[in-house]
């Protein structure tokens, strides 16, 4: 069963805080991905890795970074958070294989930035 | 500019009746297509799935119909079941030099009515 975990379930944090958000995966999978989800925008891409060190830019890159140092572990960054990144963040991976596109999400974290 | 579409965000049906969420896409490029369920304060989870060269694929109660030239398809639940209540996203998959990006719809929120 494939897992996905994410560090931290509930977030509050202050405006220009530095905001670590955590994933892992178990399955070894090569992809992972960063998105958000907020009221009537359903999931957007911040930021997707296929590979270890490698990153490519979403749809919604600005104000975050990403680090891929292990292939299981997947982090996003809020360099100095801001109000408008109060959201529901979900972390997912999936293999890059046919027949196996299907992505896995982790529980979500709810970051609250005050 | 909204790739994937999902233009109901809510839908109300009688438990045992047919519930049909739709999904609409723009662009051509998209070599699969999947449908997640989310409850609250959970990680979206797959569903189904169907790839891009088909025009339908079933799993129990669960069926997804693609329709190429309308770029439209669609996820019929029959019966509908209480439990099945939740928001359900449809995604769309692009594959550029080898990697994926997922594009995921605002989501459709069933209530299945006992």
């Known amino acids: 069963d494939v897992k996905v975990t994410q560090s931290s379930r509930y977030l509050v944090k202050r405006t220009g805080e530095k905001v670590f958000l955590e994933c892992v995966q178990d399955?070894?999978?090569?992809?992972m991905f960063w998105y958000r989800q907020d009221p009537g925008l359903g999931l957007r891409l911040i930021y997707f890795?296929?590979?270890?060190?490698?990153?490519e830019k979403g749809d919604i890159p600005e104000g975050y970074s990403v680090s891929r140092e292990k292939k299981e572990r997947f982090s996003l960054i809020l360099e100095s958070a801001s109000t408008n990144q109060t959201s529901m963040y979900l972390c997912?991976?999936?293999?890059?294989?046919?027949?196996?596109?299907?992505?896995?999400f982790g529980p979500g974290t709810r970051l609250l930035v005050l | 500019d909204q790739q994937v579409k999902q233009n109901s965000p809510s839908l109300s049906v009688q438990e045992g009746r047919i519930s049909i969420l739709n999904c609409d896409y723009t662009?051509?490029?998209?070599?699969?297509f999947l449908w997640y369920k989310k409850y609250p304060a959970e990680g979206p989870t797959f569903l189904i799935s169907?790839?891009?060269?088909?025009d339908k694929n079933e799993d129990g109660r669960f069926t997804v119909f693609l329709n190429k030239s309308a770029k439209h398809l669609s996820l019929h639940i029959v019966p509908s079941q209480p439990g099945d209540s939740a928001v359900y996203f449809c995604?769309?998959?692009?594959?550029?030099?080898?990697?994926?990006?997922?594009?995921f719809g605002t989501g459709t929120r069933l209530k299945v009515l006992a």
């Open positions: 662009n051509s490029m998209f070599d699969y």
């Open positions: 399955m070894d999978h090569e992809n």
């Open positions: 995604a769309a998959r692009l594959t550029t030099s080898g990697t994926y990006k997922y594009i």
């Open positions: 890795s296929y590979d270890v060190k490698m990153k």
């Open positions: 169907i790839s891009s060269i088909k």
């Open positions: 997912a991976s999936s293999l890059s294989r046919r027949g196996k596109e299907t992505q896995y």
